[in-house]
Protein backbone atom coordinates (compact mmCIF):
# COMPACT_ATOMS: atom_id res chain seq x y z
CA UNK A 1 0.00 0.00 0.00
CA UNK A 2 1.38 3.68 -1.00
CA UNK A 3 -1.01 5.46 1.48
CA UNK A 4 0.22 5.41 5.51
CA UNK A 5 -1.04 6.08 8.95
CA UNK A 6 -0.10 9.45 10.71
CA UNK A 7 -0.09 9.32 14.56
CA UNK A 8 -0.43 12.73 16.36
CA UNK A 9 -0.58 12.87 20.36
CA UNK A 10 1.61 12.74 23.13
CA UNK A 11 3.92 10.47 24.88
CA UNK A 12 1.55 7.81 25.17
CA UNK A 13 0.89 8.18 20.75
CA UNK A 14 5.46 8.55 20.65
CA UNK A 15 5.63 5.16 22.43
CA UNK A 16 7.26 6.32 25.91
CA UNK A 17 9.12 3.47 27.67
CA UNK A 18 8.30 0.52 25.32
CA UNK A 19 12.41 0.03 24.87
CA UNK A 20 11.81 -1.36 28.60
CA UNK A 21 10.87 -4.81 27.32
CA UNK A 22 13.68 -4.88 25.35
CA UNK A 23 17.03 -6.40 26.11
CA UNK A 24 19.33 -3.90 24.94
CA UNK A 25 22.16 -2.38 27.06
CA UNK A 26 21.65 0.64 28.90
CA UNK A 27 18.15 0.80 29.78
CA UNK A 28 17.04 3.87 31.70
CA UNK A 29 15.47 2.50 34.27
CA UNK A 30 15.00 4.36 37.24
CA UNK A 31 13.07 4.44 40.63
CA UNK A 32 10.46 6.76 39.31
CA UNK A 33 9.91 7.70 36.17
CA UNK A 34 11.83 10.08 33.99
CA UNK A 35 12.59 10.88 30.40
CA UNK A 36 16.01 11.93 29.35
CA UNK A 37 16.24 11.81 25.47
CA UNK A 38 19.75 11.20 25.84
CA UNK A 39 19.59 7.72 27.33
CA UNK A 40 17.55 6.54 24.63
CA UNK A 41 19.59 5.22 21.90
CA UNK A 42 18.77 4.81 17.92
CA UNK A 43 18.37 0.98 18.94
CA UNK A 44 15.78 1.76 21.47
CA UNK A 45 13.90 4.31 19.24
CA UNK A 46 13.79 1.79 16.94
CA UNK A 47 12.53 -0.74 19.22
CA UNK A 48 9.96 1.26 20.31
CA UNK A 49 8.75 2.22 17.46
CA UNK A 50 8.25 -1.26 16.19
CA UNK A 51 5.83 -1.64 19.21
CA UNK A 52 3.71 1.52 19.34
CA UNK A 53 0.35 1.65 18.47
CA UNK A 54 0.50 3.62 15.41
CA UNK A 55 2.66 0.97 14.04
CA UNK A 56 0.57 -2.10 14.84
CA UNK A 57 -2.34 -0.66 12.91
CA UNK A 58 -0.59 0.47 10.21
CA UNK A 59 0.90 -3.75 10.12
CA UNK A 60 -2.63 -4.63 10.32
CA UNK A 61 -3.53 -2.38 7.19
CA UNK A 62 -0.20 -3.38 5.42
CA UNK A 63 0.86 -0.22 5.54
CA UNK A 64 3.49 2.30 7.02
CA UNK A 65 2.90 4.78 9.85
CA UNK A 66 4.42 8.30 11.39
CA UNK A 67 3.99 9.80 14.33
CA UNK A 68 4.94 13.24 15.43
CA UNK A 69 9.09 13.41 16.20
CA UNK A 70 8.98 14.51 19.39
CA UNK A 71 8.08 13.06 22.81
CA UNK A 72 5.47 14.76 24.47
CA UNK A 73 4.04 17.98 23.62
CA UNK A 74 0.08 19.82 24.31
CA UNK A 75 -2.53 19.99 22.13
CA UNK A 76 -1.66 23.26 20.93
CA UNK A 77 1.93 22.45 19.80
CA UNK A 78 0.59 19.22 18.03
CA UNK A 79 -2.19 20.69 16.49
CA UNK A 80 -0.32 23.79 15.26
CA UNK A 81 2.56 22.49 14.01
CA UNK A 82 0.33 20.13 11.44
CA UNK A 83 -1.68 22.57 10.76
CA UNK A 84 1.86 25.27 10.01
CA UNK A 85 4.48 24.33 7.23
CA UNK A 86 6.38 22.27 9.83
CA UNK A 87 4.98 19.22 8.39
CA UNK A 88 6.02 19.67 4.99
CA UNK A 89 9.24 22.00 5.16
CA UNK A 90 10.46 19.67 8.32
CA UNK A 91 9.25 16.43 8.39
CA UNK A 92 8.94 16.52 4.28
CA UNK A 93 5.80 14.79 3.89
CA UNK A 94 2.31 16.25 2.36
CA UNK A 95 -1.33 15.66 3.96
CA UNK A 96 -2.18 13.34 1.08
CA UNK A 97 0.72 11.14 2.14
CA UNK A 98 -1.97 9.73 4.35
CA UNK A 99 -5.28 7.50 3.96
CA UNK A 100 -5.69 7.48 7.66
CA UNK A 101 -4.99 10.07 10.47
CA UNK A 102 -5.38 9.26 14.51
CA UNK A 103 -5.41 12.09 17.10
CA UNK A 104 -4.80 11.28 20.52
CA UNK A 105 -6.01 14.12 22.74
CA UNK A 106 -3.57 14.59 26.20
CA UNK A 107 -3.95 16.80 29.02
CA UNK A 108 -6.22 19.85 28.47
CA UNK A 109 -3.94 21.88 30.76
CA UNK A 110 -1.02 22.07 29.33
CA UNK A 111 -1.67 24.70 27.68
CA UNK A 112 -3.44 26.12 30.68
CA UNK A 113 -1.93 29.39 32.50
CA UNK A 114 -4.56 31.39 33.73
CA UNK A 115 -8.22 31.16 35.82
CA UNK A 116 -11.03 28.83 35.68
CA UNK A 117 -13.03 30.98 33.31
CA UNK A 118 -9.95 30.63 30.50
CA UNK A 119 -9.94 26.95 31.49
CA UNK A 120 -13.46 26.67 29.63
CA UNK A 121 -12.62 28.60 26.64
CA UNK A 122 -9.29 26.37 26.24
CA UNK A 123 -10.90 23.50 25.94
CA UNK A 124 -13.32 24.77 23.45
CA UNK A 125 -10.60 26.68 21.14
CA UNK A 126 -8.69 23.42 21.50
CA UNK A 127 -11.66 21.31 20.43
CA UNK A 128 -12.13 23.65 17.52
CA UNK A 129 -8.42 23.77 16.56
CA UNK A 130 -7.93 20.19 16.67
CA UNK A 131 -11.47 19.36 14.42
CA UNK A 132 -10.29 22.16 11.98
CA UNK A 133 -6.91 20.49 11.52
CA UNK A 134 -9.56 17.02 11.05
CA UNK A 135 -11.63 18.62 8.47
CA UNK A 136 -8.28 19.59 6.62
CA UNK A 137 -7.65 16.02 6.41
CA UNK A 138 -11.04 15.02 5.72
CA UNK A 139 -11.58 16.96 3.16
CA UNK A 140 -8.94 15.08 1.03
CA UNK A 141 -9.77 11.66 1.78
CA UNK A 142 -8.12 10.80 4.97
CA UNK A 143 -10.13 9.15 7.75
CA UNK A 144 -9.73 10.38 11.14
CA UNK A 145 -10.10 8.74 14.39
CA UNK A 146 -9.76 10.11 17.86
CA UNK A 147 -9.47 9.22 21.24
CA UNK A 148 -8.86 11.34 24.90
CA UNK A 149 -6.52 10.93 27.76
CA UNK A 150 -9.12 12.71 29.99
CA UNK A 151 -12.67 12.81 30.51
CA UNK A 152 -12.36 16.54 30.22
CA UNK A 153 -12.46 16.80 26.48
CA UNK A 154 -14.20 13.58 25.38
CA UNK A 155 -17.09 14.51 27.65
CA UNK A 156 -17.49 18.03 26.76
CA UNK A 157 -20.39 18.32 24.78
CA UNK A 158 -18.96 20.32 21.96
CA UNK A 159 -16.32 17.42 21.57
CA UNK A 160 -19.23 15.17 21.29
CA UNK A 161 -21.08 17.37 18.63
CA UNK A 162 -17.88 17.74 15.95
CA UNK A 163 -16.28 14.48 16.95
CA UNK A 164 -18.81 12.13 17.00
CA UNK A 165 -17.98 9.89 13.92
CA UNK A 166 -14.29 10.39 15.05
CA UNK A 167 -14.29 9.02 18.74
CA UNK A 168 -13.40 5.90 19.82
CA UNK A 169 -13.94 4.87 23.13
CA UNK A 170 -12.12 2.88 25.41
CA UNK A 171 -13.20 -0.60 26.63
CA UNK A 172 -11.15 -3.41 28.43
CA UNK A 173 -12.51 -6.29 30.56
CA UNK A 174 -16.32 -5.24 29.54
CA UNK A 175 -15.59 -1.87 30.90
CA UNK A 176 -16.52 1.07 28.40
CA UNK A 177 -14.82 4.82 29.25
CA UNK A 178 -14.98 7.64 27.21
CA UNK A 179 -10.75 8.13 27.81
CA UNK A 180 -8.21 5.67 28.72
CA UNK A 181 -7.19 7.66 32.31
CA UNK A 182 -9.35 5.12 34.47
CA UNK A 183 -7.51 2.39 33.19
CA UNK A 184 -4.49 3.54 34.15
CA UNK A 185 -5.00 4.13 37.67
CA UNK A 186 -5.45 0.33 38.36
CA UNK A 187 -2.79 -1.62 37.60
CA UNK A 188 -4.99 -4.97 37.99
CA UNK A 189 -5.90 -3.87 33.84
CA UNK A 190 -1.92 -4.22 33.44
CA UNK A 191 -1.87 -1.56 30.70
CA UNK A 192 0.72 0.44 32.23
CA UNK A 193 4.89 -0.12 32.70
CA UNK A 194 4.02 0.83 36.07
CA UNK A 195 2.05 -2.32 36.45
CA UNK A 196 4.86 -4.74 35.33
CA UNK A 197 8.08 -3.15 37.12
CA UNK A 198 6.88 -1.22 39.88
CA UNK A 199 7.52 -4.83 41.54
CA UNK A 200 10.78 -5.07 40.62
CA UNK A 201 11.74 -1.28 42.31
CA UNK A 202 11.39 0.71 38.75
CA UNK A 203 8.94 2.74 37.49
CA UNK A 204 6.74 2.71 40.17
CA UNK A 205 4.86 5.92 38.43
CA UNK A 206 5.48 5.32 34.51
CA UNK A 207 1.92 5.32 33.66
CA UNK A 208 2.75 4.92 29.88
CA UNK A 209 1.36 2.25 28.07
CA UNK A 210 3.05 -1.13 28.05
CA UNK A 211 2.72 -3.24 25.31
CA UNK A 212 -0.72 -4.61 26.28
CA UNK A 213 -1.55 -0.92 26.40
CA UNK A 214 -0.40 -0.60 23.06
CA UNK A 215 -1.92 -3.85 21.86
CA UNK A 216 -5.32 -2.78 23.34
CA UNK A 217 -5.42 0.76 21.82
CA UNK A 218 -4.44 -0.92 18.36
CA UNK A 219 -7.23 -3.69 18.47
CA UNK A 220 -9.52 -0.93 19.38
CA UNK A 221 -9.16 1.38 16.53
CA UNK A 222 -8.66 -1.46 14.05
CA UNK A 223 -12.06 -2.57 15.18
CA UNK A 224 -13.76 1.02 14.40
CA UNK A 225 -12.22 0.83 11.32
CA UNK A 226 -13.84 -3.01 10.46
CA UNK A 227 -17.03 -0.68 11.74
CA UNK A 228 -16.34 1.80 9.26
CA UNK A 229 -15.98 -0.27 6.65
CA UNK A 230 -12.37 1.71 5.92
CA UNK A 231 -9.99 0.31 3.85
CA UNK A 232 -6.78 1.81 2.58
Not at 76 to 86: K, L
Not at 129 to 156: A, N, P, R, Y
Not at 213 to 230: A, P, R, T
Request: with cysteine.
Amino acid sequence: MSKGVLGLGCSYTWGEGLYYYSDLESLPFSENHEFDYNKVTPAMMLYKDRYKYTNLVADYLNTWCWTNLGNGGTIQSITEEYMGNDFSNRDKFNMEDFKLMIFQFTEYYRDFNGSDGDKKSLILSQINMVDSLCSKFEKIGVKVISFSWFDDISTHPLYIEKFKDRHMDIELDNIVKPSFDFFLRDDMFNITIQSDFAKKGFQKNDLHFNKKGHKLISNLIIKKLEQDNFKI
